[in-house]
């Protein structure tokens, strides 16, 4: 008889999260704030199943009992902006920095048997960075919206064997890089309106995104790879009134290929043992050209 592999219990924790913000206009045109807040990210059950005292010979799906569960992530932010309106509200502009000290970071990890994907508590990691948003009316009918944002995220000290591939446990280092976030990304819009009287207006708008690259594992550790950037263009054309819009809409104009995202690593890619094709590696893409018609009601 087969030992009973089913796993049931609770588990739970509890804790305080705050904010506090602060703020100083200098004019009508110039304001600078600045916050401190705390975070926190629950922790949860990885879906494997348990394994069994002795593993049996050949293949095992199955979850040791560190890999489980992982516990929450906690942080402590610290951020500080100024927005400015100039040259009569034609431009306006925001710019912030921040500083967010992480604590057990959750990141993408494998079982030690199955090369199954989990999530596991790292150790402490700092998240760093500046945000940009810009708005500048060129004619009272054509308007540029632009932001830009720089994240540098990585570990603040060493983690040995925080990193599965195949079975093999990767240490890594303070230093390596976070997965899932890309150090710049950036967006424009430009916007055309053209009023029709009676509250109508036509309005047509060219949107262009830019995301770096992103790494898929801690610092590259167990086979991770960089996910490459890309850039993608949309447009759309409506006419709006104050009850409904209607319009026209292209995402992805130029049908840009380019993958967003990697499940596991490439190890696990037709792995052949005991006989049997493992399949667990794969890559999220960007949605394809995509066409339309967009209708919406003001209620």
Request: overall charge positive; aromatic content about 10%.
């Amino acid at each position: 008889m087969l030992p009973n592999r089913i796993r049931t219990g609770s588990t739970g924790k509890d804790g305080i999260v705050w904010k506090a913000n602060t703020s100083y206009k200098f004019s009508d045109e110039l304001l600078a704030y600045f916050t401190y807040s705390t975070g926190y990210r629950i922790g949860g059950v990885n879906r494997v199943v348990p394994c069994p005292p002795v593993l049996a010979p050949g293949q095992n799906l199955c979850a040791l009992p560190n890999e489980l569960v992982y516990g929450p992530d906690k942080t402590r932010n610290i951020e500080l902006g100024v927005r400015a309106s100039l040259f009569d509200k034609r431009l306006q502009l925001t710019l912030n920095g921040y500083h967010i000290k992480w604590n057990g970071v959750q990141v993408p990890s494998q079982t030690v048997n199955g090369a199954i994907g989990i999530t596991v508590n790292g150790a402490n990691a700092v998240s760093k960075g500046f945000d940009f948003q810009g708005a500048l009316k060129i004619t009272p009918n054509l308007s540029l919206l632009g932001t830009y944002s720089y994240v540098d995220a990585h570990l603040t000290e060493d983690v040995a064997g925080l990193v599965v591939s195949q079975g093999v446990r990767y240490d890594a280092s303070a230093g390596d890089r976070l997965p899932g976030s890309a150090k710049n990304s950036a967006s424009g819009q430009l916007i055309y309106s053209y009023p029709l009287g009676d509250g109508r207006k036509i309005e047509a708008t060219w949107a262009t995104i830019y995301r770096g690259d992103i790494y898929s594992r801690v610092g590259l550790q167990g086979n991770g790879e960089k996910i490459p950037g890309y850039v993608t263009h949309g447009a759309s054309l409506n006419y709006i009134t104050e009850r409904f819009e209607i319009g026209l809409f292209a995402d992805n104009i130029f049908d840009k290929y380019a993958v967003t995202a990697i499940s596991n690593d490439i190890s696990s890619h037709n792995q052949v043992r005991t006989d049997v094709v493992e399949r667990y590696y794969s890559r999220g893409v960007l949605t394809p050209r995509r066409v339309g018609v967009d209708f919406r009601i003001h209620y």
